[in-house]
């Protein structure tokens, strides 16, 4: 009984799995290292989160019976 990895894992399974491993190894050496001075996806819409929320307290600030007396 001979043995084979191809009798246990497909050849195109083979193919996607490595492709896959190569895609990850790959993507964590950019992360490590890219460029140090670029900005990140979640840092860029954390100062837009952090701008909008203040422009939100300004506006309650600026005229507080506008939200709590509306009817």
């Given at each position: 009984?001979?043995?084979?990895?191809?009798?246990?894992?497909?050849?195109?399974?083979?193919?996607?799995?490595?492709?896959?491993?190569?895609?990850?190894?790959?993507?964590?050496?950019?992360?490590?290292?890219r460029?140090?001075?670029?900005?990140?996806?979640a840092?860029?819409?954390?100062a837009?989160?952090?701008?909008?929320?203040?422009?939100?307290?300004?506006?309650?600030?600026?005229?507080?019976?506008?939200?709590?007396?509306?009817?």
């Amino acid at each position: 009984m001979a043995f084979s990895l191809t009798s246990i894992l497909p050849l195109p399974d083979m193919l996607a799995l490595g492709w896959f491993l190569l895609c990850w190894v790959g993507y964590a050496w950019y992360a490590d290292h890219r460029r140090r001075g670029t900005r990140e996806l979640a840092g860029v819409l954390h100062a837009y989160r952090l701008r909008w929320m203040r422009r939100v307290l300004e506006r309650e600030t600026a005229s507080p019976t506008r939200w709590c007396c509306r009817r």
